[in-house]
């Protein structure tokens, strides 16, 4: 065997164990049920066979037909959403943009650049959509569609079809809009659970504008699960390295069998185009906010009436836990769930209806999955001793808009990065604080300081220090006599009606 024929026998043997299982869609069978055009009670999603389990790749042109013949039948499914808005000379940005977390693109108004003084203007935008049901569901982001006064689809075979919106989930930026048209071709949706980090993943829509249209791109799975990206108020994000770009938004990321796995939301990047970190929301998620919306018109979400933070290293130190798991409950809620049961502040959430708790993160998504009036099971760490609760759900009530933060920190050098004060009624009204909250305020910070890092902030009211509540200010003044430094601080503090835990070295 020649050199080159070894490294030719090589590298099939690579795309083989990367390609094995690709379903070759000419041998794929929809069995769809089509409904008429009127919206229907539940939607009725497209259902496969797989007539060949594991598909063999002997050969390079084997190898690349697999990835075509995906794509080929993936493409049809993704649709280009157009939208119009209308709006005041004075509303419009001069970039164009609405401000959307994926920075779609949108022109310029038709007016032009300088109307004169409250013409008005039509501003257009475009993203991506997926067609998810035969009678003309469509899946995308709430950052395309929202706001838009008027909207319309471009299809795989260039028609041109009005949309209307059916519901939209801000929580999650997620959305459904419809069509009514035949001849539509649903994508299946895949089970994103099942998921791996490594899997080869496919994204397709429409980057950088219309002329783009149903791009497709390749990459892997980077990781699952992403958090704390500040997109949405429930994040489980699918991070992919498939090249996805503003324009993006709602398209559609697809797995080695043609499966939709994730709706394509954002990407990190400092420049605004593609840096090979984008993010989706998984298919599973979406299926159940759309269903919910075409359903009932709105998402329902559990409500277990607590707050719930990240047990770090300092926390676990603090409280004795042998380990960085589990989730630390700071407020309950007076009247909720979880309060009527006898959860408490400084209780360690350890697993959720059987399944380990991890994170904040991971437990707030799986309670707000739960329908409202649904009996949840769970078990708390409390002093050393575990306990088990059993409690129904509430539906999650409409959130308050939070107050302003205040102004900028006050840098000072005082004992441990910060200097508490007595809340009187004086600091309380200078604070913009409730008297009768507790006895011990935080009322300047050093910003350089441990305390900040933390999170610790001006206005917080602290509750107890290292485990011993506070009943007055001196009480506060003689434990802290007896800290030095480099000591572990563990207070716990009242910031806007919601209890939080803090850790750190002095």
Do not use: C
């Not at 795309?15 to 055009?37: C, D, H, M, Y």
């Amino acid at each position: 065997m020649n050199k080159k024929q070894a490294i030719m026998k090589y590298l099939l043997l690579v795309f083989a164990g990367i390609a094995v299982g690709a379903l070759v869609f000419s041998n794929v069978e929809f069995n769809v049920s089509p409904k008429g055009l009127t919206l229907s009670n539940r939607p009725n999603f497209a259902t496969a066979t797989n007539n060949i389990e594991n598909y063999p790749v002997q050969s390079l042109k084997e190898f690349n037909e697999a990835f075509v013949q995906i794509a080929e039948s993936a493409n049809p499914s993704v649709v280009t959403i157009f939208t119009e808005k209308t709006l005041n000379q004075r509303m419009v940005s001069p970039f164009g943009f609405f401000g959307r977390p994926f920075n779609d693109f949108f022109d310029s108004p038709e007016s032009g650049p300088s109307p004169r003084r409250g013409h008005k203007e039509v501003l257009h935008g475009i993203g991506s959509g997926v067609i998810v049901t035969h009678d003309g569901y469509i899946l995308t982001n709430n950052h395309v569609i929202d706001g838009a006064d008027a909207l319309y689809i471009r299809t795989f075979d260039n028609r041109k079809i009005d949309a209307q919106v059916i519901g939209k989930d801000s929580k999650t930026d997620l959305a459904v809009i419809k069509v009514n048209a035949k001849d539509l071709k649903p994508i299946l949706i895949g089970d994103s659970d099942k998921l791996r980090v490594g899997e080869w993943v496919i994204a397709i829509g429409s980057p950088l504008g219309e002329n783009f249209a149903r791009t497709v791109t390749q990459g892997i799975v980077s990781a699952k699960g992403r958090a704390n990206v500040g997109l949405a108020d429930y994040e489980d994000f699918i991070q992919t390295d498939a090249a996805i770009n503003p324009g993006n938004s709602g398209g559609a990321l697809v797995n080695i069998n043609g499966e939709l796995v994730g709706i394509n939301t954002a990407i990190a990047s400092r420049t605004g185009g593609f840096e090979g970190i984008g993010f989706a929301v998984p298919s599973n998620m979406a299926q159940k906010v759309m269903t919910a919306l075409i359903t009932t018109g709105k998402v329902a979400r559990g409500y277990l009436g607590v707050t719930i933070q990240n047990v770090d290293e300092n926390i676990a130190k603090a409280m004795h836990l042998k380990a960085r798991e589990g989730a630390l409950v700071g407020t309950v809620v007076e009247g909720g769930p979880a309060a009527r049961i006898g959860v408490q502040t400084g209780d360690v959430i350890l697993d959720f209806n059987d399944s380990k708790v991890t994170g904040s993160n991971e437990l707030r998504n799986s309670i707000s999955s739960q329908l409202p009036g649904s009996i949840v099971k769970f078990r708390v760490l409390r002093n050393g001793v575990v306990r088990l609760f059993k409690v129904r759900l509430e539906e999650q009530p409409v959130r308050r808009v939070a107050a302003a933060p205040s102004a900028a920190e006050e840098k000072i050098t005082a004992v441990f990065g910060f200097r508490a004060e007595e809340l009187t009624a004086l600091t309380a009204k200078r604070l913009n604080l409730n008297p009768a909250a507790g006895k011990v305020v935080i009322t300047a910070i050093d910003t350089a300081s441990n305390a900040f890092f933390a999170g610790l902030r001006r206005g917080d009211i602290i509750l107890s220090l290292n485990r011993q509540n506070l009943t007055s200010f001196a009480e506060y003044s003689t434990l802290v006599k007896n800290i030095k430094s480099g000591d572990l601080l563990f207070l716990l503090v009242e910031r806007k009606g919601n209890k939080v835990y803090f850790a750190f070295n002095v």
